[in-house]
């Protein structure tokens, strides 16, 4: 009898509460491997936000100082070279004798910079052509290149972009003839919202700076109050081959 009674095996009372560790054990462990799948998602997130901001301002920045360069002889440059064609608060379109002939009708010698929505998301999108590009006003002071025109999207979810346009003297002008710096302000916007995370930042476009600088407050904020996170870069590119 003694044998047997050392022998005897667990009761119910004790594998339920062993049950009921074991399951606190588990839903911790879940609770922080689901933790964790989260913080790396979230940085997976960050890292393309980051790449795709990256690339537009070293695109932006390229082509920008590009802008206008006419590689002929003086003396063969005519009136359809190089030159800032449109200045727009989020669209901007110039020519590149990129070929140094004397003219700008070649491959990617127009090139222009807009924003437009693509399947419901923002996007920078570069146009390049060999001819004129068309470009729409579509409100609010947004502006387009025409649909068929061959634009292609060069960073997504670009979500706000501002180009504000410095003389030599460096004041700003709505004058194209007049153009010396480029001053770009831009926006990118992770791909999901972070419930962990509320975005209740303003950002100050270079354009509301500069109206803050002269003692107004008329210049343009971007506030978005939502769960998304941001990355917000200004940049200032001088068009070295304008204005020589």
């Not at 700076?209 to 343009?220: C, E, F, M, R, V």
Request: with cysteine; hydrophobic share 40%.
């Amino acid at each position: 009898m003694n044998r047997r009674s050392r022998e005897r095996g667990f009761t119910l009372v004790e594998l339920l509460i062993a049950m009921a560790v074991g399951l606190m054990v588990m839903m911790a462990v879940f609770q922080i491997y689901a933790k964790q799948q989260d913080v790396y998602e979230a940085q997976l997130d960050v890292t393309e936000m980051q790449q795709n901001i990256r690339a537009a301002m070293k695109l932006l920045a390229r082509d920008i100082r590009m802008a206008g360069y006419n590689g002929a002889e003086l003396s063969t440059i005519g009136e359809g070279t190089g030159k800032i064609v449109q200045i727009k608060p989020d669209l901007i379109y110039f020519t590149i004798d990129r070929n140094e002939d004397g003219d700008v009708s070649d491959t990617d010698e127009h090139i222009a910079y807009d924003l437009k929505e693509d399947n419901g998301v923002l996007a920078l999108r570069r146009t390049a052509a060999n001819g004129t590009i068309d470009t729409e006003d579509k409100g609010s002071g947004h502006w387009e290149v025409k649909s068929g025109s061959g634009p292609v999207i060069v960073a997504e979810r670009i979500e706000k972009i501002e180009f504000m346009y410095l003389d030599e003297d460096e004041k700003e002008t709505s004058d194209e003839d007049l153009v010396k710096t480029v001053v770009v302000s831009i926006i990118a916007r992770a791909e999901e919202p972070d419930s962990s995370f509320k975005n209740s930042f303003i950002y100050n476009p270079a354009s509301n700076l500069a109206a803050y600088n002269k003692g107004t407050l008329s210049g343009d904020k971007w506030q978005f109050n939502d769960n998304y996170r941001r990355r917000f870069k200004i940049m200032t590119v001088d068009c070295r081959n304008l204005r020589l």
